[in-house]
């Protein structure tokens, strides 16, 4: 329609994006594995794993130590009791979040959250780094009935938002393809959990290693959306 303003919306991932939360995933992990005797697994294996849900994180755990994929639905309730009982303890923040976050509160932006992760420590990991307030929607993977990269996801965010058009921005493939699906521009944070050995090999309108630039390139992918 001409002439009328577009509503535009920032949408993040959570896991990789706004949160290095490895760490405390690795530890649910451990934890699960200890309580049945079955080994371990390290930092750099689990944080490869992160990315597609918890179900999904699960059954690679069990790929990963050699067990049988009929333990599957014990283990992903043993995981989600360490996971949600410690979320945030050893997560941290990525350097210079809250200080864009505050910035696109400032210019007026609408900002939502659509994440794998469980809504339930999704909201709580806001909550406890004090983040919550920024959020108008916080869709987690188990809020619909699908998960990323199926864009129905990043679409209610959009929509909750009451937002006609959204910048995403997010660290792996699964939200590049996400944010295509759902006519998205994409802004690729390349500290996060990438799979991809080439930057390059990921779809992306932009990309950014330090949150004090996002404000910038997220001013100029928002210019392009109509
Ligand atoms: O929990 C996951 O596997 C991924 O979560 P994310 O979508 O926030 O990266």
Not at 127 to 151: C, M, R, W, Y
Request: with cysteine; hydrophobic share 40%; charged share 30%.
């Amino acid at each position: 329609m001409e002439g009328r303003r577009v509503k535009k919306a920032i949408i993040f991932d959570l896991d990789g994006t706004l949160i290095d939360s490895a760490p405390d995933i690795h530890a649910a992990v451990n934890k699960t594995l200890a309580e049945t005797g079955d080994g371990e697994l390290d930092l750099a294996t689990i944080r490869s794993f992160i990315g597609n849900g918890v179900s999904v994180l699960i059954e690679r755990v069990i790929e990963a130590r050699g067990l049988d994929q009929s333990r599957h639905g014990a283990m992903l309730e043993t995981f989600l009791r360490h996971y949600e009982a410690d979320p945030a303890t050893l997560t941290t923040l990525y350097p210079g979040v809250e200080d864009a976050l505050e910035q696109f509160r400032d210019e007026g932006w609408a900002m939502g959250v659509c994440t794998n992760k469980p809504e339930g420590p999704s909201r709580d990991i806001l909550k406890a780094f004090g983040i919550d307030h920024f959020f108008g929607s916080v869709v987690g993977g188990d809020t619909l009935e699908v998960n990323k990269p199926d864009p129905a996801m990043a679409l209610a965010v959009k929509d909750q938002l009451g937002a006609d058009a959204a910048v995403y921005v997010g660290d792996s493939e699964i939200d590049a393809e996400c944010a295509w699906k759902a006519k998205m521009r994409f802004a690729l944070f390349t500290e996060g959990y990438h799979k991809a050995e080439d930057v390059d090999d990921i779809p992306q309108d932009a990309r950014f290693s330090d949150f004090d630039v996002l404000v910038a390139i997220v001013a100029r992918l928002a210019d392009e959306l109509r």
